[in-house]
């Protein structure tokens, strides 16, 4: 198992760990209604993808 053999400084530890945060996802707007909606994904308001409706959402709440 490895040991270190010195100690490691916090500036360095911590200029290692500076890309270790949390993102915030990018947003599109869906074309039909205009809701935000993460890329590459179905509209979760009117199941649209890319100008075609992939899920029926009239027939799912019903």
């Known amino acids: 198992m490895a040991h270190p053999k010195h100690r490691i400084s916090r500036q360095r530890k911590n200029k290692r760990r500076t890309h270790h945060?949390?993102?915030?996802?990018?947003?599109?707007?869906c074309s039909n209604c205009g809701s935000?909606?993460?890329?590459?994904?179905?509209?979760p308001e009117c199941g649209y993808y890319r100008g075609r409706l992939i899920?029926?959402?009239?027939?799912?709440?019903?």
Not at 21 to 29: I, M, N, Q, R, Y
Not at 55 to 62: H, M, P, R
């Open 55 to 62: 899920i029926d959402n009239q027939t799912v709440e019903a």
């Open 21 to 29: 945060k949390a993102e915030v996802p990018t947003l599109s707007t």
């Open 36 to 43: 935000a909606v993460l890329y590459h994904r179905v509209c």
